[in-house]
């Protein structure tokens, strides 16, 4: 494939979550995807060691998921949900069910993991009213959590720098749990560290401060990755589904990285045996292939909301334009189908040991002080540089896509994520190549 010249007017598109000026004056662009690879526009194959942004687990420009979509848009290119349905909606409702935890079966489709985050905080609280319990509003989140970029996301959501300018208008009655990283009790665990199941007590610390009868729901991402791949200590979230359950609290989890096969089963819930009232989805719920995302919400949180409502009267004043679009629910329903007929589910479970001997290999290379893993997500964690904290990450991130590896970079933090049908050589060579880029890296 031939590259095109790489675009002289950079300035119109505002970027999101980017250092606008630096990236421009340097920029990294890509032009086309296929499986494991993106080519730059200079001509240059990259290896995704992060699926994308955590969201393409089946790889890049699936025939069969592009082949759904595009018959999808010459046959049906957009219909309303809105008092209106077309059957694909349908479908696609049904096999995302499938995949979810026993009774978490009843789907609410958005289009982003933000999306479904604020879809699920406002299901919490119709619940809560339905049931006659319209005090019950407060909302927790958890230190460093991420839960996207809404005002609700944001509120529930425990990283500084995404509330600090919006800090006056963030959602009233949130508290937030304290975070689970503690390097110096779980440095270079492999899988679940041993410490730390004592941090979800804070839940009824906090629960006694606002009375449970004020507190709508709890929510947790149940590995925490934007912040840097935090894995949950053993027995952490059992302990939050207790405490949640004692008090008649929701319990969401957002699994818009953790759903679709990245711990090696359809969800993190799954995963631990544990299970929530409502889950959030978005990324790989179709491949990223077109914006997407649901919530899953328990047939008794469902039932209670859409049974309260007089006959022929909306049930839930909510919803998107584009909920269910019919491109993006055709390419949801290729793709479950996809990742079912090639395994991929079991497939990241078969390769995370060798992933994670791959990664925790990094123990003794330069600047590391922290490696942790779980599935098909790890986290290396650099030594910051003095008085420029992200740089060293930085550094390495743009090396490492020099050398054709895609990776990701939050604080000094390196995320791996890959698409999984990577291989074990793949796996390999990204590694190999962010050690050979830390010996570098000043
Ligand atoms: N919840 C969680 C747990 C997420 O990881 C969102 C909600 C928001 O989804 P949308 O689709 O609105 O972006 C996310 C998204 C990163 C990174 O750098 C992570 C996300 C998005 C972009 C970058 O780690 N997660
Ligand atoms: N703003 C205006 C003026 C609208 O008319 C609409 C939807 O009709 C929206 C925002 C919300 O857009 P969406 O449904 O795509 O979230």
Same mark, same amino acid.
């Given at each position: ?5 790489? !675009? ?34 200079? #001509?240059? +194959? ?17 025939? +069969? ?15 309303p949900t809105f008092q209106m ?5 349908? /479908? ?127 929510? &947790?991402?149940? &590995? ?17 589904? /207790? ?29 631990? #045996? ?10 790989? !719920? ?19 909301? &859409? ?7 909306i /049930?839930?004043?909510?919803g998107?334009t584009?909920s ?31 992933? /994670? ?37 930085? +550094? ?37 190549? &962010? ?8």
């Amino acid at each position: 494939m031939t590259s095109r010249p790489v !675009i002289d007017d950079l300035s119109s598109f505002w970027m999101p979550f980017t250092a606008n000026r630096q990236f421009k004056a340097a920029p990294r662009l890509l032009e086309s995807a296929k499986g494991m690879y993106y080519r730059s526009t200079d #001509g240059r +194959e990259v290896l995704d060691g992060c699926a994308g942004l955590w969201c393409v687990n089946a790889g890049h420009s699936r025939d +069969e998921i592009v082949a759904a979509i595009t018959q999808q848009l010459s046959t049906l290119d957009f219909a309303p949900t809105f008092q209106m349905g077309h059957p694909l909606a349908f /479908e696609a409702a049904t096999k995302v069910a499938e995949l979810m935890p026993a009774g978490l079966d009843r789907i609410f489709f958005t289009n982003s993991g933000s999306e479904s985050v604020d879809t699920a905080l406002k299901i919490a609280l119709a619940y809560h009213r339905s049931r006659g319990e319209a005090q019950r509003t407060r909302l927790i989140g958890r230190e460093r959590g991420y839960h996207g970029v809404g005002f609700g996301g944001i509120s529930v959501g425990g990283i500084a720098p995404n509330r600090k300018t919006f800090s006056g208008a963030l959602l009233p009655s949130v508290d937030h749990l304290p975070h689970t990283h503690s390097l110096e009790h779980n440095a270079f665990s492999k899988g679940q560290p041993a410490w730390g199941a004592h941090l979800a007590e804070e839940l009824e610390r906090i629960v006694t401060l606002h009375d449970a009868s004020t507190i709508a729901a709890v929510i &947790v991402e149940p &590995v925490a990755g934007s912040t840097g791949v935090l894995i949950p200590p053993q027995g952490y979230l059992q302990k939050l589904r /207790e405490i949640c359950t004692k008090h008649g609290i929701l319990l969401i989890f957002d699994e818009v990285i953790t759903g679709f096969g990245r711990l090696g089963k359809a969800t993190a819930s799954e995963y631990f #045996g544990v299970t929530p009232d409502l889950i959030t989805m978005a990324k790989a !719920i179709n491949n990223a292939s077109i914006p997407m995302g649901a919530v899953a919400a328990s047939r008794t949180i469902h039932d209670t909301v &859409v049974n309260s409502g007089a006959q022929g009267a909306i /049930e839930l004043f909510h919803g998107y334009t584009y909920s269910a679009h019919p491109a993006a629910a055709a390419a949801a329903v290729a793709t479950l189908d996809l990742y079912r007929r090639e395994g991929l589910f079991e497939r990241a479970a078969s390769l995370a040991p060798t992933f /994670e001997a791959a990664a925790h290999s990094l123990r003794d290379a330069k600047h590391v002080k922290d490696v942790r893993n779980l599935g098909m997500v790890a986290g290396i964690e650099l030594e910051s540089r003095d008085g420029a904290p992200g740089a060293r990450a930085y +550094e390495a991130f743009v090396k490492c896509f020099e050398a054709g590896v895609l990776v990701r970079f939050t604080g000094d933090i390196l995320a791996f994520s890959p698409p999984l049908i990577i291989n074990e050589e793949q796996i390999a060579h990204i590694f190999k190549t &962010v050690r050979d880029v830390l010996a570098t890296v000043q």
